[in-house]
């Protein structure tokens, strides 16, 4: 039955309030044991995580060039509800929004200034390289992990009409037993993940706002002070998430592209232009010209290298597994009426350029402050590395309020879309989850991003986000398999419609 809670819900909510109460009352050992867990699943199965990410994305370009691209996601007759400016503000909102503004300056300038992936740190090599592996963290390959969950949870429940929930997209695979307590399991899995994966970027958005004010401002950088953000934050995205999908996520995906555009645009004015737009070009020639060995790359016989896959791209990978079934479940929600190829071209390719036209504006113009002399970016915490960057360019304080504002927006839609994606997997699938159930997970994330801050800050969500990915993976790779035989298997219905929408266009 629609919209009642399933046995899901109150085991998720066991486990999460466990985590919550033993992060609470013994910090220091969920942060330990995290972390134990976090460098035994990267040391010994970093292999895995660049073989399936780059499986998902080769995947995915199969689709969009087979004749199974053809293949609506709905009924032939069905229309698209959102119009491509407000289906890309809704992608990008929900797929990456905190993260690259935290990201946006940091990371770029600690590939260059001090954690080079293969160059001389400060070199002319480790710029292009610092530039290249950005992209490589946050294109193609993210948004391939997205589509995967998206595409075949939008196939399955467009096309076939099964429940929105990751294990109907099993049954092709195991039949009845999806329905029972395997099926459970395999929702609980994804439950879990999410609210870790959601938390984690929530912890992110926190500590950045914090150290906005703390560069900004004479306020701390304290627990305290994070603590008071996320609970401003939920009440405010318990208030979008009361409007429901239309209203409020919606309007803040908009209102999130117009204050991302706004500071986008400003930094490309203000900022060493000439050098942004030759980055931007020259990092996409280096980036697909590389791209096949980064994918596979694992320097097994360099112990410092190893550990810079580790740290960053299997922790990269790790994060957009754990955010998969919130981000897929959210986009295949919002995507009904494309056609497939439609639907994987708009998903890897859109946000991939938005990501890296963002990253060369704001990494190229940290890296310039970084390279003249002008601060040592690298001396600042991470979360303050963007806002010295703006103390460098004129309208600064203008940029860091305007960049605030925007973690705070994206803060609340990625909330809001978490909160309307877990009541659905914890009702049946229900499109319209009941808005109690959406303000019970909305409390458990917040309570849960706190709880990882507390005890071990970025380090202990970084651990955290890595645990609670791992068992998804594998969910993943079945829903790849079992979308693939459903495909098969529905070949000649598939190629009736086709032949109906043929009719219907000419």
């Not at 112990?303 to 955010?323: H, L, P, Q």
């Not at 986000?465 to 979308?483: G, R, T």
């Amino acid at each position: 039955m629609m919209n009642k809670v399933t046995s899901v819900f109150w085991i998720t909510l066991a486990i999460a309030l466990l985590s919550v109460v033993w992060g609470a009352v013994a910090p220091g050992n969920l942060g330990e044991i995290t972390g134990s867990i976090q460098t035994y699943i990267s040391v010994h199965f970093g292999w895995y995580y660049l073989l399936i990410v780059t499986g998902f994305v080769l995947f995915c370009l199969y689709m969009i060039i087979s004749p199974y691209g053809k293949i609506k996601l709905g009924k032939p007759s069905d229309k698209p509800d959102y119009s491509y400016p407000t289906w890309f503000a809704m992608l990008f909102s929900a797929g990456m929004g905190i993260g690259l503004v935290f990201w946006g300056a940091a990371e770029p300038t600690t590939f260059f200034a001090s954690d080079a992936p293969l160059s001389e740190t400060g070199s002319d090599a480790a710029l292009n390289e610092a530039m290249r592996f950005v992209y490589f963290h946050w294109g193609v390959h993210a948004w391939g992990i997205y589509a995967i969950v998206a595409l075949v949870l939008a196939y399955f429940k467009f096309r076939r009409g099964a429940p929105a929930l990751i294990s109907s997209t099993l049954e092709p695979l195991f039949g009845e037993k999806m329905k029972g307590p395997w099926g459970k399991l395999v929702d609980v899995i994804a439950v879990f993940a999410t609210i870790v994966g959601v938390a984690t970027t929530l912890g992110f958005g926190a500590a950045q706002i914090n150290g906005g004010l703390t560069y900004l401002t004479s306020i701390e950088d304290s627990f305290g002070i994070q603590l008071t953000i996320i609970l401003i934050v939920t009440v405010l995205f318990m208030m979008s998430a009361y409007t429901g999908l239309s209203k409020g996520i919606k309007y803040l995906s908009n209102t999130n592209m117009i204050l991302a555009g706004l500071l986008l645009l400003v930094m490309l004015i203000v900022g060493p232009t000439l050098f942004i737009l030759n980055m931007f070009t020259d990092t996409i020639g280096a980036y697909l010209q590389n791209l096949p060995g980064m994918s596979f790359r694992l320097a097994p016989n360099s112990e410092e290298s190893r550990t810079w896959i580790n740290d960053w791209t299997v922790f990269y990978w790790a994060w957009w597994i754990a955010w998969s079934p919130f981000v897929g479940i959210f986009i295949a929600r919002v995507s009904k009426g494309r056609t497939i190829r439609e639907f994987l071209s708009g998903v890897l390719l859109v946000p991939s350029a938005i990501g890296f036209l963002w990253f060369s504006t704001f990494g190229s113009s940290a890296i310039q402050v970084q390279r003249s002399g002008d601060a040592d970016l690298t001396q600042l915490a991470t979360e303050q590395v963007l806002f010295g960057s703006f103390d460098n360019y004129p309208l600064g304080l203008i940029m860091s309020i305007i960049a605030m504002c925007l973690i705070g927006t994206f803060f609340i839609t990625s909330a809001d879309s978490a909160t309307f994606v877990l009541g659905m997997q914890t009702t049946n699938g229900s499109l319209t989850p009941p808005t109690m159930v959406k303000f019970v997970w909305g409390l458990i994330q917040s309570s849960m991003a706190a709880v990882l801050l507390y005890s071990g800050g970025l380090q202990a969500l970084q651990n955290a986000l890595i645990s609670a990915a791992f068992p998804f993976s594998f969910v993943m790779i079945l829903m790849v398999v079992s979308l693939y035989k459903a495909l098969r298997a529905d070949k000649k219905a598939i190629e009736r419609d086709n032949e109906q929408m043929e009719k219907d266009s000419a």
